[in-house]
């Protein structure tokens, strides 16, 4: 049971969050709704095109395969849906978590800043975003490769097998690297704050970074 089944939910409502409701299979179109979070409803299985939509969580939901078109969306996480394979092109959008779900591919995202993608594995490659700065990857078994970002400040790669070196990123300021011994090319600059478990990276990185002076 939620607002929605109670009727409890004011039209100009603009922060919605449903958790664990098993009655209701879609949700009413709200005029001003700004921030949607859904978590654990089974029978929810499309949801509506919200004009002002700024924030989207959608955790747990087995039965969305679909995600809506949102102009002013800025916002995004999908964790634990394997139904959504596909995420649309959003203008705006800021901010992507995206985790253990079937999405195949990664649109491009003009504005995107903050990515997060762990145990994806159908996704093959990261798309380039001109604005990233931010960008964790954990159990993706099949990126091959990271392309260069050049305005990346803060990079995370956690167990991913196949990624075996890493671009210069000029403006990188911090770096960790766990569980993945494959890698094993990486320049980084002297200002670059490194944490690994992989004493052959650290290595090369001093020296390269010393031979770069
Ligand atoms: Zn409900």
């Known amino acids: 049971m939620c607002g929605i089944c109670d009727n409890k939910v004011p039209n100009n409502v603009e922060e919605l969050k449903i958790d664990r409701c098993d009655n209701i ?11 949607l979070y859904i978590w654990r409803c089974d029978k929810i299985t499309n949801i509506p095109y919200y004009l002002n939509l700024k924030v989207l969580k959608i955790i747990d939901c087995f039965n969305i395969k679909e995600i809506p078109y949102y102009p002013k969306l800025k916002k995004l996480v999908i964790y634990n849906c394997f139904n959504i394979t596909s995420i649309p092109h959003y203008p705006n959008l800021k901010i992507l978590y995206i985790g253990t779900c079937n999405v195949n591919t990664l649109p491009y995202y003009p504005k995107l800043e903050v990515l997060k ?3 994806c594995p159908k996704i093959k490659s990261i798309p380039y975003y001109p604005n990233l700065k931010k960008l964790n990857i954990w159990y993706c078994s099949n990126i091959p490769s990271i392309p260069y970002y050049h305005n990346l400040k803060e990079l ?10 890493i671009p210069y990123y000029p403006n990188l300021k911090e770096l960790l690297i766990l569980w993945s ?3 094993n090319k ?3 600059d002297n200002k670059v704050n490194i944490t690994t478990d992989n004493d052959t990276i650290k290595l090369l990185c001093n020296f390269e970074a010393s031979s770069k002076r």
């Open 25 to 35: 299979n879609s949700i009413p179109y709200y005029t001003n709704l700004k921030e």
């Open 117 to 119: 993608i762990w145990n």
């Open 156 to 165: 995370e790669i956690e167990d991913c097998r196949k990624i075996t070196s």
């Open 181 to 183: 011994n494959n890698i």
């Open 186 to 188: 990486l320049i980084v």
